[in-house]
């Protein structure tokens, strides 16, 4: 039992929902009778929910702090909008218009950031006056019209890694992505080992760092079959390309920075944060400012993927990035969350949608079924909450204390801090 919470340590709530994820495919797989995996769907699945995908990573920012973001939806669309009459307009190169879409999504995100943190208006009342202002500014630029965008934009949201060198049987991209991915993974675990014996740290037994490398192994080496083995001329889609790249940014932003630590202090204690000498109002600055920059960014990983940009563009969008981030495990009342289960929960919506329509369901029936996903998941957080009880992975790895401790040691109980305690500390 030891051992089977060592290999599955480091956050049981993302863990469930990993099952989760894991038992919603294989129930899908079954009823469809086996078209949820298969190339063209799992890449379907990645292009069509890409730019969901990439507001979350900002949206969980948002509200580990403490905050919310109603407006995401609509500064995609007038971002879209300037882009696409930008380039077919003024003329100028496709990358110039993408440089000029993030600088609109940028002043917006400080223009909203402003409001936030030096006039101490509300996250949802400020965003909630965006949605209405860029939703208008999006119709008016563009006049109700759809514009079309050049196919170097498409390509960005629709397009593959390209093809080159041997026949492999796999698309040679797809397949190099895999093995870097693969050699991270391995050198990740191998490094988390070196460092805890620099340290003089209790270290997990071999055996099991070694199934969790296998089993994490497997995994990425199914997912890269399955993404290099389609049709010729498909692969990995570039806007996948995109959101790994974030992931593995917003990460290591999020754990690995004073910044990070930051959005954490505020949302957990917003009274310890400022009493350890966290600049609060900067922190909130920064989030609103980074949610406009990759709502930017989602704009215009839409529009490639519709091949044009139009007035409604972006509607709903804001529920879609909140249910993931509810649903990856961020506490509605701020100060947890994590990029990775936000992305696991976009991925469980995703794979819902998509399942369901493959079923042949309704959108009617499907908005009900996600509607009581996202309650239900809020409310399994908040009761734990309450009752000071862990997760449901939690409570299967839970065990009496003589059965964790070695005979002969001693091991103090642990108390639960909040992230701004800990910002308090040190």
Do not use: C
């Amino acid at each position: 039992m030891k051992s089977l919470k060592q290999l599955f340590s480091g956050g049981a709530r993302q863990f469930g929902m990993v099952f989760a994820l894991a038992a919603l495919i294989a129930i899908f797989q079954f009823t469809t009778g086996g078209k949820v995996l298969t190339s063209t769907n799992a890449q379907n699945i990645i292009n069509g929910n890409a730019y969901v995908l990439i507001l979350a990573i900002g949206m969980v920012l948002v509200i580990i702090a403490g905050h919310i973001d109603l407006s995401v939806g609509s500064v995609a669309a007038v971002v879209g909008i300037v882009v696409a009459l930008a380039i077919r307009d003024w003329g100028i190169p496709w990358w110039l218009g993408v440089i000029l879409g993030l600088v609109v999504g940028a002043l917006i995100g400080a223009w909203q950031g402003a409001w936030v943190a030096y006039v101490g208006i509300p996250g949802f009342i400020t965003t909630l006056a965006g949605m209405m202002l860029f939703r208008g500014a999006n119709q008016y630029i563009g006049k109700s019209n759809t514009i079309p965008v050049p196919s170097q934009i498409q390509y960005l949201g629709a397009g593959y890694l390209p093809e080159w060198g041997p026949n492999t049987g796999l698309n040679n991209s797809t397949l190099l992505l895999g093995v870097l991915a693969i050699v991270f993974t391995v050198w990740v675990e191998f490094r988390r080992r070196s460092k805890a014996a620099k340290l003089n740290g209790a270290q997990m037994p071999v055996m099991v760092s070694v199934i969790r490398t296998v089993l994490i192994v497997a995994l990425l080496g199914y997912v890269t079959w399955l993404f290099g083995s389609g049709r010729p001329g498909t692969s990995f889609p570039v806007s996948g390309v995109i959101l790994v790249v974030l992931v593995i940014v917003y990460h290591f932003i999020s754990a690995r920075t004073i910044t990070g630590r930051h959005v954490y202090a505020v949302g957990g204690n917003r009274a310890a944060a400022a009493l350890s000498g966290v600049n609060i109002k900067r922190t909130n600055f920064v989030v609103m400012l980074n949610m406009s920059l990759l709502s930017a960014l989602a704009g215009i990983v839409f529009i490639g993927r519709s091949t044009a940009s139009g007035p409604f563009d972006g509607t709903g969008w804001e529920l879609d990035a909140i249910a993931a981030v509810f649903i990856g495990g961020a506490a509605v009342s701020g100060g947890v969350g994590t990029v990775v289960g936000s992305m696991i929960g976009g991925l469980v919506m995703a794979v819902l949608n998509n399942g369901l329509q493959l079923m042949g369901v309704g959108s009617d029936r499907t908005q009900i079924i996600k509607g009581l996903v996202l309650l239900a998941a809020v409310a399994f957080d908040v009761y734990n909450k309450v009752q000071g009880r862990p997760s449901i992975i939690g409570t299967l790895f839970r065990n009496r204390r003589n059965d964790i401790v070695s005979p002969g040691t001693s091991e103090q109980p642990s108390v639960p801090v909040s992230a701004g305690e800990t910002a308090a500390r040190g």
